[in-house]
């Protein structure tokens, strides 16, 4: 009897958790594009996913250190995997529109990038992705990345 009641009182409680998490998000949607400092590490995975589940209309991760299409942090990689992968979204790569641009920029890196994650495996962490598509901003004619952004598909 004691087990029961145990775990009905668990069952109980969980069920107040999962409801008071899906309060807290609807909540707190997010009107504004949020910026984001990538750092190697699972608070970055949580932050991404917690302003995905808030529906941030743009989440801007910036690099403290030089990132290029051949070095993509293997967290951002996986967040881009599944969102072309699992979720159908898009990638592209396109020059910074903050730094000038020069003639001839090579559509060869958009390959290089995809092929970079397409092979990372999928997480749970990740599901809120499927209502995002990523932009990966570069310096033209290198390929350095200055950012992505990862931007909501539906505007609702």
């Not at 004691?2 to 409680?13: E, Q, T």
Request: with cysteine; aromatic share 10%; hydrophobic share 40%.
């Amino acid at each position: 009897m004691r087990g029961f009641i145990a775990s009905g009182v668990l069952a109980g409680f969980i069920m107040t958790l999962v409801a008071c998490s899906s309060t807290d998000i609807k909540e707190s949607l997010i009107d504004e594009p949020q910026f984001l400092t990538f750092v190697d590490a699972s608070v970055f995975d949580v932050q991404v996913s917690d302003a995905m589940a808030a529906r941030a209309p743009i989440i801007s991760v910036r690099f403290p250190e030089t990132v290029t299409t051949n070095n993509i942090p293997e967290r951002v990689a996986k967040w881009l995997y599944v969102l072309v992968d699992r979720y159908d979204g898009s990638s592209e790569v396109l020059p910074d529109p903050a730094l000038p641009v020069p003639k001839g920029v090579s559509d060869e890196l958009s390959k290089l990038v995809m092929k970079a994650y397409t092979s990372l495996e999928q997480y749970i962490l990740y599901r809120p992705s499927e209502h995002y598509n990523a932009i990966i901003y570069v310096v033209p004619r290198k390929s350095q990345i200055t950012h992505v952004d990862f931007v909501r598909k539906d505007k609702d």
